[in-house]
């Protein structure tokens, strides 16, 4: 079974540009959640999508939005880049089971910001 | 909202050594995760264990609810235990929404 699929891997963008960046989930799983991992902040929830509805957001500005479409794949975007979003962008997915929620998370999009 | 303390911050152990790894947090949660990232950045979920006791072969977690901490076992360590290891806790009731502590650098020496 295919795990958490992030593309790009590795990106360099400059000042003011944008950036898209695309998570497949494990097949089945509904629940595709994004976070941000900086040395300075640390791991922080960004959103979470269900069935293509935004449920949770967190304390990011609205350069940083985000879709999921009917086949459970999710998009990020972030509009008008500062050199401060300059970090690894990790998604998760999850099935939602009652009982049990185990997020598994891609290996990441690391995005530079010049 | 819900705050989440790891300790320590960072670890040295010769390889066989055994540690002990500690995650406060500062309300009930209903998901708490251990995970371990690898230098490449990827995180690795290691246990699910919001209560209870659970073991993956030298690996073992204990979470006490009622007191609000967590505990990560690791026995026999090797060199690819090296890395940060996150426990995460969701307090929301989603289950999807996961506040990470600050994680413990762990480096295993031969």
């Known amino acids: 079974k295919a795990g958490v699929t992030q593309t790009p891997r590795y990106l360099i963008k400059t000042r003011g540009q944008q950036v898209t960046l695309s998570c497949s989930p494990i097949?089945?799983?509904?629940?595709v959640s994004w976070y941000q991992q900086t040395p300075g902040q640390g791991l922080q929830f960004l959103f979470e999508?269900?069935?293509?509805?935004?449920?949770n957001k967190g304390n990011f500005p609205g350069r940083f939005s985000g879709r999921q479409f009917s086949n459970s794949r999710s998009e990020m975007n972030v509009s008008t880049l500062e050199l401060g979003d300059s970090a690894l962008y990790l998604c998760?997915?999850?099935?939602?089971?009652?009982?049990?929620?185990?997020?598994?998370f891609g290996a990441g999009s690391r995005l530079t910001v010049l | 909202g819900i705050q989440v303390e790891q300790s320590p911050p960072d670890l040295i152990l010769q390889e066989g050594a055994n540690s002990t790894l500690r995650c406060n947090f500062s309300?009930?949660?209903?998901?708490l995760q251990w995970f371990h990232q690898n230098p490449w950045g990827q995180l690795i979920n290691l246990f699910y264990?919001?209560?209870g006791t659970k073991q993956n072969g030298r690996l073992s977690a204990t979470t006490v609810a009622t007191e609000r901490y967590s505990l990560l076992y690791i026995s026999s360590s090797q060199t690819t235990d090296s890395g940060v290891y996150f426990c995460?806790?969701?307090?929301?009731?989603?289950?999807?929404?996961?506040?990470f502590g600050t994680g413990t650098r762990l480096q295993v020496t031969l």
């Open positions: 998760a997915s999850s099935l939602l089971e009652s009982g049990a929620n185990v997020l598994t």
């Open positions: 097949s089945g799983h509904r629940s």
């Open positions: 999508y269900f069935s293509e509805t935004q449920r």
């Open positions: 309300d009930s949660v209903n998901n």
């Open positions: 264990i919001p209560s």
């Open positions: 995460a806790v969701d307090d929301t009731g989603t289950a999807s929404k996961l506040t």
